[in-house]
Nanobody
Framework: VQLQASGGGLVQPGGSLRLSCAAS????????VGWFRQAPGKEREFVGA??????YYDDSVKGRFTISRDNARNTVNLQMNSLKPEDTAVYYC??????????????????WGQGTQVTVSS
């Protein structure tokens, strides 16, 4: 499956952005879809994932970010509200079939999008 992430940009603190992850080839309705981010000089970190109808989030984004799945459009969206400067990073979507205990690990995903930059700054 080929993935393409979009929707990044520059936003002020407290603002919102909506990222989309589209499968351009194949379908990923049966996959776990995860969102990760990587800031300069830091390791790629888990943001959230949707797996078998349930969503999971890192504590740093819980209550601010929401993942939704649109199987008809073959997309998974990441709605980001109340953005903070520390949310600045390149955001990646990924698809795979990790076991539940592995959904927070990048190695659990075999398909990755190209990344989209999110910058939160005044």
């Amino acid at each position: 499956v080929q993935l393409q992430a979009s929707g990044g940009g520059l936003v002020q603190p407290g603002g919102s952005l909506r990222l989309s992850c589209a499968a351009s080839e194949g379908t990923f309705s049966s996959y776990t879809v995860g969102w990760f981010r990587q800031a300069p000089g830091k390791e790629r970190e888990f943001v959230g994932a949707v797996r078998q109808g349930r969503s999971y989030y890192d504590d740093s984004v819980k209550g601010r970010f929401t993942i939704s799945r649109d199987n008809a459009r073959n997309t998974v969206n990441l709605q980001m509200n109340s953005l903070k400067p520390e949310d600045t990073a390149v955001y990646y979507c990924a698809a795979g079939r990790p076991i539940l205990s592995e959904i927070r690990r990048p190695l659990g995903y075999g398909h990755w999008g190209q990344g989209t930059q999110v910058t939160v700054s005044s």
